[in-house]
Nanobody, 112 residues
Framework: QVQLVESGGGLVQPGGSLRLSCVAS????????VGWYRQAPGKQRELVAA???????NYADSVKGRFTASRDNAKNTLYLQMNSLKPEDTAVYYC??????WGQGTQVTVSS
């Protein structure tokens, strides 16, 4: 079983930056693809970025060029560097490991 704990969310002004972290328990983190998802009020949860077990990242079109996802398997940690944030990036951000393991989410609010 894997437990995931996200951190790093908060309130930031448009154009600002945040770095999210997701720490996984257990020893199987490195075997799985991982990803960041987000869910805004009244909307469905959507994929933001996916990272393969080998560290290759793919992004939603809406965040390409602004967000960078990476992983450190030695630290069982997934990161999401978010730059040039926009109000439409406001959402609860979740990390996911494999097919079934989810974190509890961290709120990101972009507002002036």
């Amino acid at each position: 079983q894997v437990q995931l704990v996200e951190s790093g969310g908060g309130l930031v002004q448009p154009g600002g930056s945040l770095r999210l972290s997701c720490v996984a328990s257990g020893s199987i983190f490195s075997r799985y693809a991982v990803g960041w998802y987000r869910q805004a009020p009244g909307k469905q949860r959507e994929l933001v970025a996916a990272v393969t077990s080998g560290g290759i990242a793919n992004y939603a079109d809406s965040v390409k060029g602004r967000f960078t996802a990476s992983r450190d398997n030695a630290k069982n940690t997934l990161y999401l560097q978010m730059n040039s944030l926009k109000p439409e990036d406001t959402a609860v951000y979740y990390c996911k490991c494999g097919l079934i393991y989810w974190g509890q989410g961290t709120q990101v609010t972009v507002s002036s």
